[in-house]
Protein backbone atom coordinates (compact mmCIF):
# COMPACT_ATOMS: atom_id res chain seq x y z
CA UNK A 1 0.00 0.00 0.00
CA UNK A 2 2.74 2.23 0.05
CA UNK A 3 3.45 2.82 2.88
CA UNK A 4 5.98 4.97 4.07
CA UNK A 5 8.25 4.17 7.17
CA UNK A 6 7.52 5.84 10.36
CA UNK A 7 10.09 8.29 11.90
CA UNK A 8 9.82 9.87 14.98
CA UNK A 9 9.08 13.16 15.04
CA UNK A 10 11.58 14.10 16.57
CA UNK A 11 14.30 13.69 14.17
CA UNK A 12 14.62 16.16 11.04
CA UNK A 13 16.70 16.18 8.05
CA UNK A 14 16.99 16.85 4.79
CA UNK A 15 14.37 19.88 4.13
CA UNK A 16 13.43 19.76 7.33
CA UNK A 17 17.29 21.43 8.52
CA UNK A 18 17.45 23.21 5.36
CA UNK A 19 14.14 25.13 6.74
CA UNK A 20 16.15 26.30 9.48
CA UNK A 21 18.30 28.28 7.55
CA UNK A 22 15.79 30.96 7.12
CA UNK A 23 14.74 30.71 10.66
CA UNK A 24 16.32 33.82 12.77
CA UNK A 25 17.14 33.76 16.21
CA UNK A 26 14.99 36.25 17.47
CA UNK A 27 15.83 35.88 21.02
CA UNK A 28 16.48 39.73 22.09
CA UNK A 29 19.23 40.96 24.59
CA UNK A 30 18.63 43.32 27.53
CA UNK A 31 21.68 45.39 28.95
CA UNK A 32 22.51 44.61 32.64
CA UNK A 33 22.95 48.17 35.00
CA UNK A 34 25.07 51.05 32.86
CA UNK A 35 27.76 50.28 35.91
CA UNK A 36 28.11 46.45 34.37
CA UNK A 37 28.96 47.80 30.53
CA UNK A 38 31.64 44.73 30.44
CA UNK A 39 29.64 42.61 31.72
CA UNK A 40 26.49 43.42 29.34
CA UNK A 41 29.12 43.31 26.71
CA UNK A 42 30.67 39.79 27.07
CA UNK A 43 27.17 38.12 27.91
CA UNK A 44 25.71 40.18 25.12
CA UNK A 45 23.16 41.04 27.81
CA UNK A 46 20.07 38.92 29.18
CA UNK A 47 17.93 36.73 27.37
CA UNK A 48 14.68 34.95 27.62
CA UNK A 49 15.28 30.90 28.16
CA UNK A 50 18.72 31.18 29.74
CA UNK A 51 19.68 30.62 33.47
CA UNK A 52 22.37 32.64 35.13
CA UNK A 53 24.11 31.36 38.53
CA UNK A 54 25.37 34.25 40.71
CA UNK A 55 27.82 33.07 42.92
CA UNK A 56 30.30 34.64 45.72
CA UNK A 57 31.53 34.28 49.28
CA UNK A 58 29.04 34.61 52.26
CA UNK A 59 28.63 38.59 52.67
CA UNK A 60 30.15 39.35 49.58
CA UNK A 61 26.97 41.09 48.00
CA UNK A 62 25.44 38.08 46.38
CA UNK A 63 21.46 39.49 47.29
CA UNK A 64 22.27 42.92 47.19
CA UNK A 65 23.40 43.08 43.47
CA UNK A 66 20.26 40.48 42.84
CA UNK A 67 17.98 43.68 44.56
CA UNK A 68 20.03 45.67 41.82
CA UNK A 69 19.18 43.71 38.87
CA UNK A 70 15.68 43.39 40.25
CA UNK A 71 15.13 47.08 39.98
CA UNK A 72 16.88 47.39 37.03
CA UNK A 73 15.33 45.17 34.75
CA UNK A 74 11.74 46.29 36.85
CA UNK A 75 12.42 50.11 35.32
CA UNK A 76 14.07 49.52 31.57
CA UNK A 77 11.57 46.43 30.59
CA UNK A 78 8.10 45.64 30.16
CA UNK A 79 8.54 42.41 32.07
CA UNK A 80 6.55 41.35 34.95
CA UNK A 81 9.19 39.62 37.62
CA UNK A 82 8.97 36.94 40.20
CA UNK A 83 11.31 36.92 43.36
CA UNK A 84 11.78 33.99 45.39
CA UNK A 85 14.14 34.42 48.27
CA UNK A 86 14.76 32.27 50.83
CA UNK A 87 16.79 33.58 53.35
CA UNK A 88 14.57 37.29 54.18
CA UNK A 89 10.80 38.07 54.88
CA UNK A 90 8.62 39.67 51.83
CA UNK A 91 8.81 42.50 53.86
CA UNK A 92 13.02 42.72 53.57
CA UNK A 93 12.90 41.91 50.09
CA UNK A 94 10.59 44.87 49.31
CA UNK A 95 12.63 47.09 51.57
CA UNK A 96 15.69 46.47 49.66
CA UNK A 97 14.23 47.24 46.30
CA UNK A 98 12.86 50.50 47.65
CA UNK A 99 16.48 51.39 49.46
CA UNK A 100 17.77 50.63 46.04
CA UNK A 101 15.43 53.06 44.03
CA UNK A 102 15.97 55.78 46.87
CA UNK A 103 19.20 54.86 47.53
CA UNK A 104 18.81 54.90 50.88
CA UNK A 105 19.74 52.01 53.85
CA UNK A 106 15.89 52.18 54.85
CA UNK A 107 16.76 49.15 57.24
CA UNK A 108 19.05 50.97 59.17
CA UNK A 109 16.65 54.18 59.31
CA UNK A 110 14.16 54.88 62.05
CA UNK A 111 10.16 55.35 61.16
CA UNK A 112 10.93 55.48 57.27
CA UNK A 113 7.97 54.14 57.04
CA UNK A 114 6.26 57.22 57.86
CA UNK A 115 8.46 59.34 55.02
CA UNK A 116 6.16 60.51 52.30
CA UNK A 117 9.05 59.80 50.03
CA UNK A 118 9.29 56.30 50.96
CA UNK A 119 5.54 55.75 51.41
CA UNK A 120 4.79 56.38 47.61
CA UNK A 121 8.38 54.81 46.25
CA UNK A 122 7.00 51.63 47.59
CA UNK A 123 3.41 52.48 46.16
CA UNK A 124 4.92 52.97 42.96
CA UNK A 125 6.97 49.19 43.07
CA UNK A 126 4.08 47.38 44.33
CA UNK A 127 1.02 48.96 42.35
CA UNK A 128 2.87 48.62 38.80
CA UNK A 129 0.74 46.70 36.66
CA UNK A 130 1.10 45.37 32.79
CA UNK A 131 -1.00 45.88 29.85
CA UNK A 132 -2.89 43.18 31.11
CA UNK A 133 -3.74 44.20 34.64
CA UNK A 134 -0.52 41.46 36.03
CA UNK A 135 1.82 43.21 38.35
CA UNK A 136 5.31 43.77 37.72
CA UNK A 137 6.40 42.17 40.56
CA UNK A 138 5.28 39.65 42.49
CA UNK A 139 7.18 38.29 45.67
CA UNK A 140 6.88 34.92 46.98
CA UNK A 141 6.24 34.57 50.68
CA UNK A 142 8.08 31.75 51.84
CA UNK A 143 11.14 31.35 54.25
CA UNK A 144 13.16 28.85 54.58
CA UNK A 145 13.10 25.56 53.30
CA UNK A 146 10.72 25.09 50.31
CA UNK A 147 9.47 21.80 48.63
CA UNK A 148 11.15 21.12 45.07
CA UNK A 149 7.73 20.68 43.90
CA UNK A 150 6.24 23.49 45.06
CA UNK A 151 8.85 25.79 43.92
CA UNK A 152 8.59 24.46 40.20
CA UNK A 153 4.65 24.62 40.63
CA UNK A 154 5.53 28.75 42.15
CA UNK A 155 7.48 29.26 38.55
CA UNK A 156 4.77 27.97 36.73
CA UNK A 157 2.15 30.33 38.34
CA UNK A 158 4.64 33.05 38.05
CA UNK A 159 5.03 32.32 34.24
CA UNK A 160 2.02 30.99 32.93
CA UNK A 161 -0.79 33.23 34.83
CA UNK A 162 1.45 36.22 36.53
CA UNK A 163 3.27 36.49 32.75
CA UNK A 164 6.48 36.71 34.52
CA UNK A 165 9.54 36.77 32.27
CA UNK A 166 12.39 37.05 34.50
CA UNK A 167 12.63 35.10 38.30
CA UNK A 168 14.93 34.93 41.00
CA UNK A 169 15.85 32.17 43.18
CA UNK A 170 17.66 33.34 46.40
CA UNK A 171 19.73 30.90 47.07
CA UNK A 172 19.43 27.27 45.38
CA UNK A 173 21.52 25.65 48.59
CA UNK A 174 18.45 26.17 51.02
CA UNK A 175 16.10 23.82 48.80
CA UNK A 176 18.00 20.74 50.00
CA UNK A 177 18.33 21.97 53.96
CA UNK A 178 15.26 21.22 54.69
CA UNK A 179 14.77 17.71 52.85
CA UNK A 180 15.44 14.01 54.44
CA UNK A 181 18.86 13.67 55.86
CA UNK A 182 19.49 10.73 54.27
CA UNK A 183 19.12 12.47 50.39
CA UNK A 184 22.63 12.82 49.02
CA UNK A 185 22.74 16.70 48.46
CA UNK A 186 24.82 16.52 45.07
CA UNK A 187 22.41 14.48 43.30
CA UNK A 188 19.41 16.44 44.59
CA UNK A 189 20.83 19.50 43.90
CA UNK A 190 21.73 18.16 40.23
CA UNK A 191 18.01 17.10 40.10
CA UNK A 192 17.03 20.53 40.58
CA UNK A 193 19.07 22.32 37.86
CA UNK A 194 17.70 19.98 35.29
CA UNK A 195 14.56 20.83 36.17
CA UNK A 196 15.18 24.40 37.14
CA UNK A 197 17.01 24.88 33.28
CA UNK A 198 13.58 22.69 32.04
CA UNK A 199 11.74 25.21 33.06
CA UNK A 200 13.73 28.27 31.41
CA UNK A 201 12.76 26.46 27.84
CA UNK A 202 9.35 25.22 28.68
CA UNK A 203 7.87 28.90 29.63
CA UNK A 204 10.86 31.00 28.38
CA UNK A 205 11.90 33.01 31.25
CA UNK A 206 15.09 34.19 32.61
CA UNK A 207 16.24 32.35 35.69
CA UNK A 208 18.22 33.75 38.14
CA UNK A 209 19.83 31.66 40.40
CA UNK A 210 22.04 32.35 44.26
CA UNK A 211 24.50 30.35 44.81
CA UNK A 212 27.09 29.64 47.42
CA UNK A 213 31.21 28.27 47.17
CA UNK A 214 32.22 25.67 48.65
CA UNK A 215 35.73 25.85 51.43
CA UNK A 216 37.83 24.30 48.27
CA UNK A 217 40.70 27.02 48.85
CA UNK A 218 43.74 24.89 47.82
CA UNK A 219 45.54 26.26 51.21
CA UNK A 220 45.77 29.62 49.97
CA UNK A 221 43.45 32.50 51.36
CA UNK A 222 39.42 32.15 52.19
CA UNK A 223 36.99 33.35 49.69
CA UNK A 224 35.68 36.38 51.87
CA UNK A 225 39.70 37.68 51.94
CA UNK A 226 39.52 38.18 48.31
CA UNK A 227 40.43 34.64 46.46
CA UNK A 228 39.13 34.25 43.28
CA UNK A 229 37.29 31.35 42.51
CA UNK A 230 36.59 28.84 39.84
CA UNK A 231 33.20 27.04 38.55
CA UNK A 232 34.51 24.48 40.99
CA UNK A 233 34.40 26.03 43.59
CA UNK A 234 30.58 26.14 43.19
CA UNK A 235 28.79 24.61 46.01
CA UNK A 236 26.94 20.72 46.35
CA UNK A 237 27.01 19.70 42.66
CA UNK A 238 28.74 19.54 39.19
CA UNK A 239 25.51 20.28 37.78
CA UNK A 240 25.13 23.92 38.35
CA UNK A 241 27.99 24.59 35.93
CA UNK A 242 27.25 22.04 33.70
CA UNK A 243 23.82 22.84 33.66
CA UNK A 244 23.85 26.89 33.81
CA UNK A 245 24.14 28.90 30.90
CA UNK A 246 26.28 31.87 32.46
CA UNK A 247 27.86 31.62 35.71
CA UNK A 248 28.66 35.37 37.50
CA UNK A 249 30.83 35.81 40.15
CA UNK A 250 31.42 38.38 42.84
CA UNK A 251 34.63 38.81 44.33
CA UNK A 252 35.45 40.89 47.41
CA UNK A 253 37.84 40.94 50.19
CA UNK A 254 36.26 41.63 53.18
CA UNK A 255 39.02 41.60 55.35
CA UNK A 256 41.49 44.67 53.08
CA UNK A 257 43.03 47.23 55.14
CA UNK A 258 41.38 50.18 53.60
CA UNK A 259 37.06 50.90 53.51
CA UNK A 260 37.62 51.25 49.76
CA UNK A 261 39.09 48.14 49.18
CA UNK A 262 36.69 46.34 51.32
CA UNK A 263 33.77 47.56 49.62
CA UNK A 264 34.76 47.22 46.56
CA UNK A 265 33.49 44.19 44.24
CA UNK A 266 35.01 42.78 41.25
CA UNK A 267 32.33 41.35 38.90
CA UNK A 268 33.82 38.20 36.67
CA UNK A 269 32.00 35.85 34.23
CA UNK A 270 33.13 32.43 34.69
CA UNK A 271 30.85 30.85 32.41
CA UNK A 272 29.05 32.08 29.22
CA UNK A 273 27.43 29.68 26.87
CA UNK A 274 26.73 32.47 24.38
CA UNK A 275 29.54 33.85 23.67
CA UNK A 276 32.27 31.72 25.21
CA UNK A 277 33.25 34.64 26.80
CA UNK A 278 35.02 34.53 30.36
CA UNK A 279 36.82 36.28 32.65
CA UNK A 280 37.10 39.90 34.68
CA UNK A 281 34.41 42.51 34.04
CA UNK A 282 33.42 45.20 36.16
CA UNK A 283 34.54 46.65 39.43
CA UNK A 284 31.68 48.14 41.50
CA UNK A 285 31.79 50.11 44.77
CA UNK A 286 29.40 50.29 47.63
CA UNK A 287 28.97 53.17 48.58
CA UNK A 288 28.09 53.24 52.47
CA UNK A 289 27.28 57.03 52.71
CA UNK A 290 24.80 57.18 50.30
CA UNK A 291 25.82 60.80 49.61
CA UNK A 292 23.72 62.84 46.88
CA UNK A 293 20.85 60.20 47.23
CA UNK A 294 22.80 57.82 44.45
CA UNK A 295 22.42 54.47 44.42
CA UNK A 296 24.35 51.72 46.09
CA UNK A 297 26.57 51.07 43.30
Known amino acids: WNAKAHVPEEIKSGDKLLELLDKVDKTEHYDFPSYLPNLTNNMRGMRLGDLTIITAASGAGKTTLMKQIELHFNDTTAFNQGIIHLEEGIRDTLEGLVSVKLGRQLHLEEDSNKDPIVRKAWSDIVNAKDEEGNSKLSIVDTFGSLSTDKLYDMIRYLANVEN ?134
Not at 202 to 210: C, D, M, N, R
Not at 275 to 285: A, E, F, L, S, V
Open 164 to 297: CKVVYLDHISMLVSGMDGNIDERKALDHIMTSLKSLTQELGIHLFVVSHLNNSTNGGKAFEEGNVASVNNLRGSGGLKQLADNVILLTRDQMAETPEERSTVQISLLKCRKTGQTGHCDKIYYDNTFENNEQEF
